[in-house]
């Protein structure tokens, strides 16, 4: 997939650039072999001084800031420090939730392999994480997640813990999700495997907040990538 830096640019000021990433894009260069680049790469190709002010996981899309100079760095990072960023995601979840401001608050750990966590309540970090239900369907719910903390995969393995993982997370108890299980008459071809309705953990970025240089807020959102507005639209076609 080629990407054109400047249509993922969501909003730009003399200090700030942020962008909606698409999914199976890293954020920052992976330590191993390359293996099809990363979003850093592309945004210093843009422009050479940009810095990643956070990140997102490879599959996860959605509104990602960039620094454009060494005190705009700062002062984004020290709001994320003081949990003065707000972040909303929205996730597909597997079953029926009616979350209403619940707070997930369980310590994460790391695992040594770093590819996963774990919720350890005597070595982890503290965690939280507030899950909002949007809509309800048929055997899914569509969540808004605010994460008060930053841990790796925290939105995903709080979520399992509601028993209300991420539709295509099977690290964390995540089922796929087929268009066969919304619809009461669905018909595959003879011989064809039918695919799942999204590819990749159904996490999207959909909103950051924060304060620009001279201290006015901004509230930027991103857009549904292409695979999330499918996954959504059948579900509000076929799962309601």
């Known amino acids: 997939m080629k990407?054109?830096?400047?249509?993922?640019?969501?909003?730009?000021?003399?200090?700030?650039?942020?962008?909606?990433?698409?999914?199976?894009l890293a954020t920052l260069d992976e330590r191993t072999a390359d293996r099809g680049g990363s979003l850093?790469?592309?945004?210093?190709?843009?422009?050479?001084?940009?810095?990643?002010?956070h990140r997102l996981d490879k599959e996860t899309?959605?509104?990602?800031?960039?620094?454009?100079?060494?005190?705009?760095?700062?002062?984004?990072?020290?709001?994320?420090?003081?949990?003065?960023?707000?972040?909303?995601?929205?996730?597909?979840?597997?079953?029926?939730?009616?979350?209403?401001?619940?707070?997930?608050?369980?310590?994460?750990?790391?695992?040594?392999?770093?590819?996963?966590?774990k919720i350890d309540?005597?070595?982890?970090?503290?965690?939280?994480?507030?899950f909002n239900t949007l809509k309800v369907y048929r055997g899914y719910t569509l969540v808004e997640c605010i994460p008060i903390t930053g841990r790796m995969h925290q939105i995903r393995i709080h979520l399992s813990c509601l028993k209300a993982p991420i539709v295509c997370d099977p690290q964390y108890g995540g089922e796929p999700i087929f268009l066969s299980s919304l619809k009461k008459k669905f018909n595959l071809k003879k011989e064809t495997e039918e695919q799942p309705l999204i590819q990749r953990v159904a996490l999207?970025?959909?909103?950051?907040?924060?304060?620009?240089?001279?201290?006015?807020p901004v509230r930027v959102e991103a857009p549904y990538p292409k695979d999330f507005e499918v996954l959504v639209k059948q579900l509000n076609k076929f799962g309601v």
């Open 121 to 130: 309540r005597a070595e982890g970090k503290v965690a939280e994480t507030i």
């Open 40 to 53: 850093l790469r592309l945004a210093k190709e843009h422009n050479p001084e940009l810095q990643a002010a």
């Open 204 to 216: 999207h970025a959909y909103s950051l907040s924060f304060a620009l240089m001279n201290g006015e």
């Open 3 to 24: 990407i054109n830096f400047k249509d993922i640019i969501l909003f730009e000021d003399n200090d700030f650039l942020l962008v909606n990433k698409p999914p199976h």
């Open 61 to 117: 899309s959605g509104v990602l800031a960039f620094a454009k100079n060494p005190a705009a760095y700062r002062h984004l990072a020290m709001q994320f420090e003081h949990r003065e960023v707000t972040k909303r995601y929205h996730a597909v979840a597997n079953g029926i939730h009616n979350l209403d401001s619940i707070s997930v608050y369980l310590p994460i750990l790391a695992l040594k392999n770093g590819t996963a966590v």
